[in-house]
Nanobody, 114 residues
């Protein structure tokens, strides 16, 4: 599976950024697509996931601020990040799962300035 992430970069506190991740190369459908993040000196943590049926799951820290959605026809998952906070600064990783395997993207840096 190949994952191509885009978006991210530098944002301001209170502002917005959007991430996208396109998956390809699997014979099987992507049952779950999502985003994780890893801040400096911290462990990787869940941000949000979405199933092929549209069921979402969010970390408490981003609920009400971030929205995950997916386009099944394009095998693409999006993360709309609003009301950004400096503590959202991290490397964000796209993650997809099929019935056989789990794959990670290369990571994209999001930096939020205060």
């Amino acid at each position: 599976v190949q994952l191509q992430a885009s978006g991210g970069g530098l944002g301001q506190a209170g502002g917005s950024l959007r991430l996208s991740c396109a998956a390809s190369g699997s014979r099987f459908s992507y049952s779950v697509m999502g985003w994780y993040r890893q801040a400096p000196g911290k462990q990787r943590e869940l941000v949000a996931t979405i199933t092929s049926g549209g069921v979402t799951n969010y970390a408490d820290s981003v609920k009400g601020r971030f929205t995950i959605r997916r386009d099944n026809a394009k095998n693409t998952v999006y993360l709309q990040m609003n009301s950004l906070k400096p503590e959202d600064t991290a490397v964000y990783y796209c993650n997809v799962r099929t019935i056989l395997a789990e794959s990670w993207g290369q990571g994209t840096l999001v930096t939020v300035s205060s």
